[in-house]
């Protein structure tokens, strides 16, 4: 999945980013709640979790302005702010779910994997698709030609990412932010090693390579031309 996180403390951002990647979902993480609100309805995203007290405009002006612009990313408030007052709050200005700090991290997982399972009430994209290859973002599904195919929590990560910018070159340091939430490392050989796994069950079982290498440059994932 897709997940915008939006948290203006470091520490739980870097730790809740990291938890949700190390799951196999991508996640952009915005601590300004302006900045939020032009990147929630400038790109697609499954889940946000949104932080009440942020910069900017606060997490409610942020949802109530995401629904007035007919957004319907399902939104999972994570919030100190606790009473029921808070929560109706926060419920009534438009968020599907309401989680309260300190909270544990498999309770969170659950409540985003919950959301996700909603039935989509909304144009955003629950399956990806290019040629023969689909992807089920709801079920964690990947097929070709009909044959499912095993894939490790990046894998599907990565796997997704090339297939939401089909035709696009992704390089290898926007891989590795976006996947790995690392900085460019010359001396990394993680995306090539995942490359070459991913590669390995969704093209080579089959007859025409959808996933392309462009040398220094990046890869890039497409129908046959």
């Not at 190390?22 to 709640?33: K, L, N």
């Not at 309805?41 to 910069?55: C, G, T, Y």
């Not at 090539?192 to 969704?202: A, C, D, G, P």
Request: no cysteine; glycine share 8%.
């Amino acid at each position: 999945m897709k997940i915008l996180l939006v948290e203006d403390d470091g520490r739980t951002s870097e730790y809740i980013a990291k938890g949700l990647t190390e799951a196999g979902h991508t996640v952009d993480v915005i601590r300004d709640g302006r900045d939020a609100l032009g990147v929630g309805l400038r790109e697609a995203f499954d889940v946000a979790i949104v932080d009440r007290m942020i910069p900017g405009i606060d997490g409610l002006a942020l949802v109530r302005s995401l629904r007035a612009a007919g957004s319907r990313i399902p939104v999972l408030f994570l919030t100190s702010m606790g009473g029921v007052d808070d929560r109706v709050e926060g419920l009534e200005a438009g968020a599907d779910d309401y989680l309260v700090k300190p909270f544990a991290f498999s309770e969170l997982t659950a409540r985003v994997n919950a959301l996700a399972r909603r039935p989509p009430i909304s144009s955003e994209k629950t399956k990806l698709k290019v040629a023969d290859l689909e992807l089920d973002l709801v079920r964690r599904l990947a097929t070709r030609g009909g044959t499912v195919i095993e894939l490790l929590p990046r894998e599907f990560a990565l796997l997704e990412l090339l297939m939401r910018n089909e035709g696009r070159i992704l390089t290898r340091t926007m891989l590795l932010e976006r996947i790995w939430n690392f900085n460019f490392d010359p001396q990394s050989t993680v995306v090539e090693t995942h490359i070459s796994r991913l590669r390995s069950k969704i093209d080579k079982p089959f007859d025409t390579p959808l996933l392309h290498t462009t040398r220094n440059t990046g890869y890039s994932i497409h129908a046959p031309r």
